[in-house]
């Protein structure tokens, strides 16, 4: 009777087994033939108007054509955008509340470890969308007339020059802190609210020196009250084909930019995730959005999830060298000026 008993267990257990299975793999092909079915929303951590807002509406438009299916955005400011990234990670693991992710994303999990979100672990890779280069620009009265001629001048002057950028642990703040570990110089900080307010400190004078994002400054540059020296990312941007890079220009290796991306909670369905992607680079392509990106002052970029997967952990680990070594500066400095 016991041997009965535990054989009629073991038998219950596989008919559960194979119900779940089928149920899942019924699932799956069901969300693969019809999904979406109804709204999406895209959710912007930062506000109305942001670079990250604006790159959203833009790819938004277009999927909503291509998935016939709405894709509402969904701004939830706060936080460096750890109010947006937390609503996602939370949400229902179904394909319909994703994150339209920025480089604050892999910056926050560095600089604010506490907060329990990790990345890797609570999200999934969706698609890289684009990129914001970032411009080195200064101020015209400043006697240097490209990217090795202001290295010189801030070894020439240690501390002395000002830097501005939007906020700690900002894109263009890490992006000039990289820009100062890599020449081996020092400059001064300056943080801001926003690029906004950053740009129009450097045209009064009050600094002389910005990592601004290329949509905040490109106005300035035409008319020639900022005077750019160099782009942040690997190669020339499209929107400011005549400037070299930094890496070309003096620093061979630095690349950053203010990137954007989709991501999804942890366990949104496969099918969900290679249907976005697909749908995302599909309007990468449509000459309209590569128009609209332009005038923006983005660069398309695309690709596969596993090829933002591999982004990510690349963008977090050459950002965690960075704050390391802010960190360990700001030790040393301390000591310093301790009796």
């Keep these: 009777m016991k041997v009965t008993a535990e054989l009629v267990s073991r038998l219950k257990l596989f008919v559960a087994f194979i119900a779940a299975f089928l ?7 069901a969300l693969d033939d019809s999904y979406p079915t109804r709204p999406i929303h ?17 790819v938004s438009n277009k999927l909503t054509e291509l998935l016939k299916q709405s894709v509402i955005v969904e701004n939830r400011p706060g936080a460096s955008s750890m109010v947006a990234t937390e609503y996602v990670a939370r949400s229902s693991k179904d394909g319909y509340t994703l994150l339209f992710a920025t480089i604050a994303v892999t910056i926050n999990a560095i600089m604010m470890p506490g907060k329990g979100l990790n ?4 999200m ?5 969308v684009g990129s914001i280069p970032n411009i080195l620009v200064v101020h015209p009265d400043l006697n240097v ?15 002395e020059l000002l830097y501005g950028a939007s906020g700690l642990g900002s894109g263009p703040h890490l992006a000039a802190e990289l820009f100062k570990q890599m020449a081996g110089i020092k400059m001064t900080g300056v943080l801001y609210p926003g690029s906004g307010q950053t740009a129009i400190d450097l045209i009064s004078g009050r600094i002389q020196v910005m990592f601004s994002p290329a949509s905040t400054v ?17 190669e020339r941007s499209r929107v400011a084909p005549d400037l070299p890079t930094i890496a070309e220009a003096a620093l061979p290796g630095y690349a950053t930019g203010v990137w954007f991306g989709i991501l999804g909670p942890a366990g949104t369905p496969v099918a969900a995730i290679e249907k976005i992607s697909g749908a995302t680079n599909s309007a990468l392509k449509d000459p309209e959005v590569l128009k609209e990106f332009e005038r923006q002052g983005l660069d398309g970029l695309g690709g596969s999830p ?23 500066a700001k030790e040393k400095k301390g000591s310093a000026a301790e009796p």
């Design 23 to 29: 149920f899942v793999t019924q699932s799956t092909a």
């Design 42 to 58: 895209l959710i912007v951590g930062f506000s109305a108007g942001s670079s990250g807002d604006v790159a959203a509406r833009i």
């Design 119 to 122: 990345i890797e672990r609570d």
């Design 124 to 128: 999934a890779p969706i698609v890289l």
């Design 145 to 159: 007339k490209d990217v090795k001629d202001l290295i010189a001048l801030a070894k020439q002057r240690p501390g």
């Design 218 to 234: 490109l106005g300035f540059i035409k008319d020639g009250r900022v005077k750019a020296l160099a782009t942040s990312e690997a």
């Design 306 to 328: 596993d090829d933002f997967a591999q982004f990510l952990k690349s963008e977090t680990q050459r950002w965690a060298s960075v704050i390391r070594a802010m960190d360990a």
